[in-house]
């Protein structure tokens, strides 16, 4: 399965690749937000799928603290 989206990823050109990936801090920041944005919790969610959210709001917010202070890594 990844081996097809590999694939399909060389039929694009830097140019095209460029539209797609984000090229600082803050654009990724803002992917992240769109591609994960935050979800309540019901009671079909199982405790895995509840933590599972709950992380990938925490990545979030620890970029745009790093962003925000102008650091990126430790």
Not at 6 to 28: A, G, M
């Amino acid at each position: 399965m990844i081996n097809k989206k590999i694939d399909k990823i060389k039929e694009f050109s830097p140019e095209q690749l460029s539209e797609f990936v984000p090229n600082n801090l803050v654009e990724t920041i803002e992917y992240l937000k769109v591609a994960f944005p935050p979800k309540l919790p019901t009671l079909k969610m199982s405790d895995r799928e509840i933590w599972i959210e709950v992380g990938k709001q925490q990545i979030i917010e620890y970029l745009e603290s790093k962003e925000k202070n102008n650091n990126v890594f430790p």
